[in-house]
Nanobody
Framework: QVQLVESGGGLVQPGGSLRLSCAAS????????ARWFRQAPGKERELVAA????????KYAESVKGRFAISRDNVKNMEYLQMNSLKPEDTAVYYC?????????WGKGTLVTVSL
């Protein structure tokens, strides 16, 4: 059974940090690119960060460049999103995603709330 399970969300004050984790199972994770998306209330889901299958190439949305870092561990079948200098506008449900040749898997999401 294919699963992507996010963890690490929560409430954090502006300027704070969180690390999201995503555990993959049921497929050969190391063969897939990995991505993080987010969806804020009333907005469309947007791509936050992406990493290739071996962790060599990374890309970020302009809004998070210099603050967020995506990484992966293909031995542990994990992907991560380190989020620093968080802003209220980063409040959203964050989803992990794995994609390869048109096959795509999604987690159920973890809520990140940035507020005083």
């Amino acid at each position: 059974q294919v699963q992507l399970v996010e963890s690490g969300g929560g409430l954090v004050q502006p300027g704070g940090s969180l690390r999201l984790s995503c555990a993959a199972s049921g497929f050969i994770f190391r063969q897939y690119a990995a991505r993080w998306f987010r969806q804020a209330p009333g907005k469309e889901r947007e791509l936050v960060a992406a990493i290739d299958s071996i962790g060599d190439q990374k890309k970020y949305a302009e809004s998070v460049k210099g603050r967020f870092a995506i990484s992966r561990d293909n031995v542990k079948n994990m992907e991560y999103l380190q989020m620093n200098s968080l802003k209220p506008e980063d409040t959203a449900v964050y989803y992990c995603n794995a994609i390869r040749a048109g096959t795509e898997y999604w987690g159920k999401g973890t809520l990140v709330t940035v507020s005083l």
